[in-house]
């Protein structure tokens, strides 16, 4: 997948994301914060990524990655406590979530050529 076609995806995601912070906001304001602030930086550092070279290319896109995973932590930890009321849906919205990261890791640590 390009650099492009992610953060296309990162966008997808964001109304999303959203919703299930509204959702986890009703239970715990905190951690709604916290997923609204990691989504839209995993988005500026895949974004910031395309106008880079070399290790600051990387660095950005680690720090996008970062921020994906703090997001799927903060999902799953809402899901956990059972503050997601469609389970399914968060199942599917962390699966997501979880192939963005693996494709930042992906673009961020393929071989150089």
Not at 34 to 57: D, F, Y
Request: aromatic share 4%; with cysteine.
């Amino acid at each position: 997948m390009s650099r492009l076609r992610i953060i296309d995806e990162i966008i997808e995601l964001a109304p999303v994301v959203e919703r299930l912070a509204q959702e986890i906001g009703r239970h715990s304001p905190e951690l709604a914060r916290q997923i609204r602030r990691a989504w839209p930086r995993v988005l500026c550092n895949a974004g910031e990524s395309l106008h880079r070279m070399g290790r600051k290319t990387t660095n950005r896109l680690d720090d996008a990655m970062g921020e994906a995973l703090e997001t799927n932590c903060a999902l799953r930890y809402g899901m956990a406590c059972g503050f997601i009321s469609d389970s399914e849906r968060g199942a599917q919205v962390l699966d997501q979530v979880d192939k963005v990261t693996a494709t930042l890791y992906k673009l961020a640590h393929r071989p150089k050529r």
